[in-house]
């Protein structure tokens, strides 16, 4: 390509979208008039752009927006920020330990009336009185309390932390989530553990942060509502309550609860629980 | 100098988030780039250096994505090949046919060479004005406007099924490369009871 032809070939792009300059425009359109391979490529720029008028009526979805709002919440306003970058972290910190605090407390709020309760759907544990995934998947909103489970030195793909030889699975290398934490909880009677993974890399751990709950004995009961999802032959329940969005499903017996806040899409999740 | 009001995120989620599904070619994995982004700008206070705030995101975005896809790259692959089964977005529109085609405009623009994919979606998706998309991509504009021309040429002509004439090929002074990597999983949605 010369110069004069890639030259052409940025007048006709401004020609097709109104930005060329009125005096080149008007050279332009002449020269378009006398050569019609001009006039040809002129009308193929203007079919994309009438293509690409039309994507402006996508919006991003309200998990996505509600994820916006999430990490706003989690930000100190400008004029409380501060110039130095350790206040600074001691801020953001003390705000994103408020926030997992407010995404608990919206999820408590949301579980009173939308977990069926432990009587809902089949489950061998499903008996009164009875920890349910909601109140599981809450413990595992929680702020870490243990360090980072190191990778397994025997098992290639886990983390050297199992919960009745369920073990944690190990995403850096392959999907880019580190383990950043643990807990464990006792929720209604029964033994929740807890491993938190961030991205790798990734800022603003207080919005993209996801709990790994696994819960101690017989599986709980699926609950109610949600979406079913099968993906690599495991079928997942995912669920929103407040601004968190709750996958489970069961493995070796067991519950296991992926939640987290709205910074977290449910595909994400499912990606990451389909890999073990 | 003036600084990204942080307040100021919320307006731009819609063209931002059409921006990244248009650079990854997967809607999942634009969810994820415009949180990563805003996670990022967030992180500390910045100043905006003269440029526009929707021109600054674009630039982050554009780093953002660049940064993951360089992460990425340095993990083992994915030994299987998945494929990626998508329930109808009745998020983005709620007329499936005007769905699927969003789906065929933004999978066709994330196969374009990435120095035309991002020229196209800084002018034409996030409605930068040359100069300013020029100056968020670190190119000239001159080159800008050619990778522009280039890559709408493509997407009209890949769009309307034709094939492309043999002059581009020679004529391209830019390797073509594959779009953004879709990352693929097996995924059936259904109705939960």
């Not at chain 1, 997992?100 to 069926?116: N, V, W, Y």
């Not at chain 1, 101690?216 to 969005?245: K, N, Q, V, Y």
């Not at chain 2, 700008?41 to 526009?52: E, H, I, K």
């Not at chain 2, 990626?84 to 085609?101: F, G, K, S």
Request: with cysteine; proline share 6%; glycine share 8%.
């Amino acid at each position: 390509m010369d110069r004069d032809g890639a030259d052409m070939q940025a007048k006709l792009a401004a020609l097709a979208d109104g930005t060329l300059a009125p005096g080149e425009r008007e050279q332009a359109l002449r020269q378009v008039d006398r050569q019609p391979e001009l006039a040809d490529e002129l009308r193929t720029q203007r079919d994309a752009l009438s293509v690409l008028a039309s994507v402006e009526s996508v919006r991003a979805p309200e998990s996505l927006h509600r994820s916006v709002e999430s990490l706003m919440r989690s930000t100190p306003a400008p004029a409380s920020r501060g110039r130095r970058s350790r206040r600074l972290r001691l801020q953001v910190g003390v705000a994103g330990a408020l926030a997992a605090a407010a995404a608990a407390a919206a999820l408590a709020i949301a579980l009173t009336s939308s977990d069926p309760g432990p009587g809902s759907g089949p489950g061998p544990s499903s008996g009164p009185g009875g920890p349910t995934v909601l109140r599981a998947a809450e413990a595992a909103l929680g702020p870490s309390t243990l360090p980072a489970p190191a990778p397994s030195r025997t098992r290639r793909g886990e983390l050297a932390r199992s919960m009745d030889s369920v073990a944690y699975p190990y995403w850096q290398d392959s999907l880019g989530w580190r383990a950043s934490g643990a807990r464990t909880d006792s929720v209604d009677g029964r033994q929740v553990s807890t491993v938190f993974y961030v991205p790798d890399g990734g800022a603003g751990p207080a919005s993209r942060r996801i709990g790994y709950a696994i819960v101690a004995g017989d599986a709980l009961a699926m609950p109610a509502g949600g979406r079913m999802i099968e993906s690599h032959g495991i079928r997942f329940r995912a669920l929103h309550a407040g601004d968190a969005t709750v996958l489970t499903w069961r493995r070796a017996g067991h519950t296991c609860i992926l939640v987290a806040r709205g910074g977290v899409s449910t595909a994400t999740l499912v990606r990451l629980a389909s890999w073990e | 100098m003036g600084t990204l009001d942080p307040q100021s995120l919320p307006r731009h989620t819609d063209r931002l988030y059409r921006a990244a599904w248009a650079l990854c070619g997967s809607r999942e994995d634009a969810e994820d780039l415009v949180q990563e982004t805003f996670a990022h700008v967030l992180a500390r206070p910045r100043s905006l250096r003269g440029q526009d705030e929707l021109a600054y995101l674009m630039r982050a975005l554009r780093n953002t994505f660049l940064t993951q896809r360089r992460t990425a790259s340095r993990r083992p692959k994915v030994a299987t090949t998945l494929e990626e089964v998508e329930p109808v977005d009745h998020r983005a529109t709620n007329r499936p046919e005007e769905a699927a085609q969003m789906h065929e405009v933004f999978a066709t623009i994330a196969t374009l060479s990435e120095p035309q994919r991002l020229a196209l979606i800084a002018v034409d998706v996030v409605g930068l004005s040359y100069r300013e998309a020029a100056d968020a991509l670190d190119t000239r504009e001159q080159t800008l406007a050619v990778r522009l021309f280039r890559a709408r040429e493509r997407l009209a002509r890949e769009l309307s099924g034709e094939q492309r004439r043999p002059r581009d090929a020679t004529s391209r002074g830019e390797k073509e490369s594959s779009g953004a990597e879709k990352a693929s999983y097996s995924m059936v949605v259904r109705d939960g009871s």
